[in-house]
């Protein structure tokens, strides 16, 4: 994600302009009232000057998280809350990556970051499912939002409104419509410079987060924060879970990993590539296999599948991408045999095809393969994908054609959730 450079003011005044109509303990008692933070592990994303901070620490949670990716505002914190061990810091933007100190957040707390890092409510929703990722079962995501619906009619466009002065400085906030989108501004006069600040309103409305949510089974309520009920919190409670992991199989180059990336869109469940697993512990797989030999990998291939698999829980489940040498592969086949038990066992597979034909998905996925720049022994690849293909399509409860990639993804959402 792309960093929003702040202004010189931003940190100087930040308290004082981004207080205006606010009540930081009151905000955080809402949230205690409907989900209790005491004992709770918290992460709080866009902490900034810790203003929420200090009032989730009244409320006594096991481990408060706080993050944020500028290191201005990080270092703000440790010196602010440096003698509480029960707090711990990660400078990060907190939605792209899954990042934690503890594996048992039960919930996570965003307010002012979440909209002013986004252009569109799409990426928004996104971030929300990809945040949700790291909570158990049951934990829940509270997030602040202004509604569209109400603040479109409250910021009139070239219309002033001061929130904040002193004898010499002033703030004001107004609106400007750009493109048909509105553009929140923050403009004025500080330590005798001109201030300049836009933050795009995103067409966020309680209807649309219900809709979106409800999809994957999540609980939402929705909870005013300012009186005029522009300004709302949002309760996302992580209902969603799969009973058993969702393994996605298929030959090489068929589109496992485009599949995955379309689920993990539309989920707030953990994405798990197996060979990207494999390229974080010993690095690029083609070069591995030739140093140390290709038995050696498809041993070490086994050991992390074996890993993974077994971390596997209820309510922590994930979806795996498993690669396509690693359930059936003639040269090692007591391997893949292994394989296959850890995986038949405890999951629910998903196999992706090129081609409802085999010979015409064997051809789709060697000219791709030919297309990025790789090697490709044609007709190897040919036999792999025919007797590949043949033995998934056994063992598979679901079969994905990949040309129908995007409108397949709501069919599997559905049939795992009802498995």
Known sequence: MKKTIHPWWYYSYYDKIFSYNRNYDEEIDIISQVIPIKSSNVQEIGAGTGNHSTNILKHKPSLLEVIDYDSTSINLLKSKFDKNSSIKYLEDDGFTNLVSHNP????IISTFSITQQVKSAEEFIRRCLNVMKRLINSGSFVFEFID???????FKPNVKNKIYSNNQDEVYISSQVKDHNTIIQYSGMLNNKIIFYEVELLNLTCDRIQNEFKAINCLVEFKNISSDGRRKFCFVKRSFSLKKTV?????????????GKELSKRMPIKIIDLDDEFK??????????????WKYYFEKQSEIIQNVFNSQRNGMTSIIIVPASALYHK??????????????NRSIIVCILAHKEDDTGAKITIARQLTRG?????????QQYLYQSEYYKKIADLIIINDKIKLSVENIISYIINE
Not at 148 to 154: D, V
Not at 247 to 257: D, F, L, T, W, Y
Not at 280 to 293: A, D, L, Q, R, V
Not at 336 to 342: F, L, T, V
């Open 148 to 154: 569209y619906e109400i603040a479109k009619h409250q």
């Open 331 to 344: 040269e090692y086949m007591s391997i893949s045999i292994i394989n296959r038990d850890s995986i038949l």
């Open 104 to 107: 048992n957040i039960n919930l």
């Open 247 to 259: 393994a996605i199989i298929g030959p090489s180059g068929v589109g496992k990993s485009s599949l």
């Open 280 to 293: 974080n512990k010993y690095g690029e797989i083609e070069k591995y296999g030739n140093k140390h030999g």
């Open 374 to 382: 790789y090697k490709v022994d044609e007709a190897l690849k040919l």
